[in-house]
């Protein structure tokens, strides 16, 4: 778990050591889909809450009669679901009974520096790798200011933001990408009034789709680094390694391939994509073209769109959320409907299967108005601030770099002002989905056109693809402090594929 420097280049020696190789994989839709458990808070009160959250190793039966040990939120993988009313105060105080730093973050969160997860603000274990009490003063090393705590911290979120389907993962510098990928990562709900007016479905017609694409040893252990043996075979693919880790087991909520039986009714599929790497396209089987339900987007990573979008598939990419109601009432009872992933080779090719087992009465909707929708405004006078993601390394292993500069914690690249909106162009040699910290942000324009069609809404996440060029409209409107964008390719970004900004009043 020590070193990132090999992540990019993994031999053919380690990924033969992948189950798939060994022994057969699970067989996919035979274990049944679960919800994460919502978090209790310790105390609730005048409209503050307080939450404790144990960062742990445990032994988790994630493939059927295997033993994976994971680092866990919770000792749970994904960690335990956050709901937070909006403008109620959540303190959560993580006590780090790991081996190793973290660092916590809220993705989507609109949140104070302080408890943003500056990825050199670490959270030290609370105690040495022997099992001692370390006592005394934790110190900082190198230039990297950071603001640094042991044993646990609280993280302070306002949830002065509307609702919206977030979530918190590892963001320590350099080691994201092993810590996310054994486990470090949960879900974070906002919800609001206005959302629950909808009529939107709910209870439990309101479900997580956290995708997470996973490697396993042959022992059960989680393999890392690793990818998917497939791509080395594929045609085409040059340098399988670019691609970042990719796994080739697809746990949905942390279980592979699950079914869900599900009433002939509307459900909202929250879908969050906390893959390292992998970029899923879904779709239904049977779909529209066979008689079946599209996506209704509802939502995206910012929360809800003006209007419901129909969509016969969508593309999430790293990171990126999309809330989409599917109605499992156009099928007959006893369809079994195949959540599938165009851009999988083999196993990966199907995340999960519904199964229609009942008619029901469905009182949920989907309204043609969803919320209140600002369009950012922008003027010939607007300042425009360019971002070039591209590999670094010609010729040797690679890194990856923002306007040609690897990460450097202690210089910021740029300082916008609060309530000044701002044109970011982002452009790119690769894939990279790109993310800013704070302030979500709405696509502008995809190369020469308008937004692309999964562009739709409050994005704090965008999909930049192989030479296009995407600008986007941002206003940061609260919090002064230091802040990231970086690529959510996790191997990207412990490559260095990140830049610091301050935003300043
Ligand atoms: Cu989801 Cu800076 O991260
Ligand atoms: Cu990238």
């Not at 022997?130 to 646990?152: I, P």
């Amino acid at each position: 778990l020590g070193s990132t420097g090999g992540c990019a280049n993994p031999s053919r020696d380690q990924t033969a050591r992948l189950l798939s190789s060994t022994t057969p994989l699970p067989e996919r839709f035979s274990v049944p889909f679960v919800v994460p458990p919502v978090k209790q808070p310790v105390s609730r009160a005048g409209g503050a809450s307080a939450y404790e959250i144990v960062q742990r190793r445990a032994v988790l039966e994630i493939l059927p009669g295997r033993q994976t040990e994971v680092l866990g939120y919770d000792g749970l993988l994904p960690g335990p679901t956050i709901v937070a009313p909006r403008g109620e105060q959540v303190t959560v105080t993580h006590r780090n009974e790991l081996y190793l730093p973290t660092v916590v973050h809220l993705h989507g969160g609109h949140t104070a520096a302080a408890s943003d997860g500056y990825p050199t603000d670490l959270l030290l274990p609370a105690a040495s790798p022997t099992g001692r009490r370390l006592s005394g003063h934790a110190h900082t090393t190198g230039g990297a200011s950071g603001v640094v705590a042991r044993g646990s911290r609280p993280y302070v979120y306002e949830n002065e933001q509307p609702a919206a389907t977030l979530w918190y993962h590892d963001h320590r510098m350099d080691f994201t990408g092993p810590q996310v990928w054994r486990g470090l990562a949960g879900l974070y709900l906002i919800t609001d009034d206005a959302e629950e007016a909808l009529g939107l479905p709910a209870g439990d017609h309101d479900l997580p789709v956290m995708i997470m694409d996973r490697a396993f040893a042959a022992d059960g252990s989680l393999a890392y680094p690793s990818l998917d043996p497939r791509l080395l075979e594929t045609p085409g693919v040059r340098d399988p390694y670019t691609a970042g880790v990719l796994g080739d087991v697809v746990l949905i909520n942390g279980r592979p391939w699950p079914e869900l039986a599900v009433d002939a009714a509307r459900y909202r599929l929250r879908i969050v994509n906390a893959s390292n790497a992998r970029r899923y396209r879904l779709g239904l089987s049977p779909g529209p073209a066979g008689g079946g339900a599209p996506f209704l987007q509802v939502g995206s990573d910012g929360g809800l769109l003006a209007a419901p979008l129909s969509q016969h598939e969508i593309l999430v990419a790293p990171a990126e959320r999309f809330d989409v109601v599917v109605d499992f009432g156009a099928y007959p009872v006893g369809t079994e409907v195949v959540l599938t992933n165009a851009l999988g080779l083999g196993s990966t090719d199907a995340v999960m299967r519904f199964r229609v087992v009942r008619s029901v009465r469905d009182a949920s909707r989907v309204p043609e108005h969803l919320a209140w929708w600002e369009a950012l405004e922008t003027a010939p006078d607007t300042p425009v601030r360019e971002w070039r993601f591209s590999r670094g390394g010609a010729g040797g292993p690679a890194h990856w770099l923002i306007n040609g500069r690897a990460f450097d914690p202690d210089r910021m690249d740029a300082r916008p002002r609060l309530d000044q909106t701002e044109i970011w162009r982002f452009s790119s040699d690769l894939h990279h989905p790109v993310h800013v910290h704070l302030s979500p942000f709405q696509v502008l324009r995809r190369g020469s056109d308008g937004p692309g069609r999964w562009d739709a809404g409050w994005k704090d996440t965008v999909d930049l693809t192989p030479t296009e060029t995407v600008e986007v409209a941002i206003r940061f409107t609260e919090h002064t402090g230091r802040y990231m964008l970086h690529c959510h390719n996790l191997e990207h970004e412990d490559m260095m594929m990140m830049a610091a900004f301050e935003t300043m009043a």
